[in-house]
Antibody, heavy 129, light 108 residues
Framework: EVQLVQSGAEVKKPGESLKISCKGSGYSFTSYWIGWVRQMPGKGLEWMGIIYPGDSDTRYSPSFQGQVTISADKSISTAYLQWSSLKASDTAMYYC??????????????????????WGQGTLVTVSS | SYELTQPLSVSVALGQTARITCGGNNIGSKNVHWYQQKPGQAPVLVIYRDSNRPSGIPERFSGSNSGNTATLTISRAQAGDEADYYCQVWDSSTAWEVFGGGTKLTVL
């Protein structure tokens, strides 16, 4: 059974650093991309970025480039999302999700895609003075 | 950047059919995925690549995609279908993942 288990809720002050985690199990962790999605209170889903644990290739949404760092430790099947200096506006629920990034159609043709198929339970980050 | 437009809310009578739309420029040329998110829970994939159901998703959920509109259809709507629904595509020109703003489904 594919599972993504995220670290627990965090309460931090502005300016503090933070690293949250997402541990995968039930599949080959190094063979699938892991993405991070933000959901601010009462708002929709926003894609932040994605990492391939096999070689740590990482891509960011322009909205989050430079604001967060995505990393992974394949030896313990865990992906991370970190901030060096939190702001109150970082208060949100953060989800990790395993991604399918390609498929072959019925004719055998390769198609790239980004499809989050399994999601973690979410980590609530609250930043308040 | 590519944008997806969803209605803020859709209401459906118990047992009737709900249709949630997702608009985007030539979205019919892209694969559209749909997620259900109930309050306090993580999103769950209910339709992938326009019209495919993951294992465990009821046949009442179906999807279509053509032109500038993709549609999630929920037949015989149940109280348990009340949730926020999000469409999502991958914009190959930028390699960015894009979500619609979400639609709140209310079952009356």
């Amino acid at each position: 059974e594919v599972q993504l288990v995220q670290s627990g809720a965090e309460v931090k002050k502005p300016g503090e650093s933070l690293k949250i985690s997402c541990k995968g199990s039930g599949y080959s962790f190094t063979s699938y991309w892991i993405g991070w999605v933000r959901q601010m209170p009462g708002k929709g889903l926003e894609w932040m970025g994605i990492i391939y644990p096999g070689d740590s290739d990482t891509r960011y949404s322009p909205s989050f480039q430079g604001q967060v760092t995505i990393s992974a430790d394949k030896s313990i099947s865990t992906a991370y999302l970190q901030w060096s200096s939190l702001k109150a506006s970082d208060t949100a629920m953060y989800y990790c999700a395993r991604h399918l990034t390609y498929y072959y159609d019925s004719s055998g043709y390769y198609h790239p895609e980004n499809l989050p198929d399994y999601w973690g339970q979410g980590t609530l980050v609250t930043v308040s003075s | 950047s590519y944008e997806l437009t969803q209605p803020l809310s859709v209401s459906v009578a118990l047992g009737q059919t709900a249709r949630i739309t997702c608009g985007g420029n030539n979205i019919g040329s892209k694969n559209v995925h749909w997620y259900q998110q109930k309050p306090g829970q993580a999103p769950v994939l209910v339709i992938y690549r326009d019209s495919n159901r993951p294992s465990g998703i009821p046949e009442r959920f179906s999807g279509s995609n053509s032109g500038n509109t993709a549609t999630l259809t929920i037949s015989r709507a149940q109280a348990g279908d009340e949730a926020d629904y999000y469409c999502q595509v991958w914009d190959s020109s930028t390699a960015w993942e894009v979500f619609g703003g979400g639609t709140k489904l209310t079952v009356l």
